[in-house]
C-alpha cells in the first residue's frame, strides 16, 4: 500500500476510536457528572386551634367550661353554679344584688364574636312558703349588665327575654388566654308591694364564642 494512503487512514480509524469510547462512557453512566441541589421538606403539617370558653365567678371558686357537657366536640354545656341575678331570696323593694363573673378564652384561638343570648321567657315561680298574688315579677326586677366601663343591658328581666332571640354583642372578643369581666345588678323595683313577696324570677343566659 502506498504511504500516503497509510497516513491518510490513520486520524480517521483514530477519530472513530476516540468517539466510541465517549458513546460507550454515557451508555454506562446515563448522562454527564455535574452539580447538583436539593431541598426535601419533611415536616408539612397543618393542624386546627381550640375555642373553649371558662366561666368563674368573681372568687373563682366556682368554673365552668364550655367542655363540661362532654368534650370539645360538643363544646356546650349547661352551668347551674353561677348565678348572675344573685341567688337572693330575701331582697326587698329598692334593693340591689350584685354578681360579678369572668368569661375567659382558655382555648388556643382567638375569638371573633363574643354574644349573650337571653331566654325567650322569664320565669315566675314561688319562692318558700309564703307567696304574693302579683303575677308580673318580672317586669319589676331590674337588670343593668355590664362589661368595664361598658352597658350591654339595662331594663326589666321581662324586656331581657323579650329582646330574644337576638343576641347582644359584646363589646370585646376575647383572644387566646384573655379574660371579660362582667358586672350583673339586679333591683327589685321600689314600687313593688305586699303582693311580689315570696317570689322568684328566673331567665337563662347563654354565651358564644365564635371564630
Given amino acids: 500500500m502506498p504511504k500516503n494512503k497509510r497516513r491518510r487512514f490513520a486520524p480517521v480509524a483514530l477519530g472513530a476510536g476516540v468517539l466510541g469510547a465517549v458513546l460507550l462512557s454515557l451508555s454506562l453512566t446515563g448522562t454527564m457528572s455535574g452539580f447538583v441541589a436539593s431541598i426535601t421538606n419533611s415536616t408539612n403539617t397543618a393542624a386546627t386551634g381550640a375555642l373553649v370558653m371558662q366561666e368563674q365567678n368573681s372568687g373563682a371558686t366556682v368554673t365552668c367550661l364550655s367542655t363540661d357537657g362532654g368534650t370539645v366536640s360538643t363544646n356546650a354545656a349547661t352551668c347551674a353554679t353561677i348565678n348572675k341575678f344573685g341567688g ?9 344584688v350584685t354578681t360579678p363573673i369572668t368569661i375567659k378564652n382558655i382555648g388556643t384561638v382567638a375569638a371573633t364574636t363574643f354574644t349573650l343570648t337571653p331566654g325567650a321567657t322569664c320565669t315566675q315561680t314561688n319562692s318558700g312558703t309564703q307567696n304574693g298574688t302579683a303575677a308580673d315579677l318580672c317586669a319589676k326586677m331590674n337588670v343593668v349588665i355590664t362589661s368595664g366601663a361598658t352597658t ?8 331581657l327575654a323579650g329582646a330574644a332571640p337576638a343576641a347582644f354583642t359584646m363589646p370585646t372578643a376575647p383572644a387566646a388566654g384573655v379574660s371579660v369581666p ?8 321600689s314600687t313593688a308591694g305586699n303582693s311580689y313577696q315570696g317570689l322568684q324570677a328566673s331567665l337563662p343566659l347563654t354565651w358564644a364564642f365564635s371564630s
Fill in 152 to 159: 350591654v343591658f339595662s331594663g326589666t328581666l321581662a324586656s
Fill in 182 to 189: 362582667f358586672s350583673f345588678a339586679v333591683t327589685l323595683a
Fill in 88 to 96: 337572693s331570696t330575701t331582697m326587698t323593694p329598692g334593693n340591689t
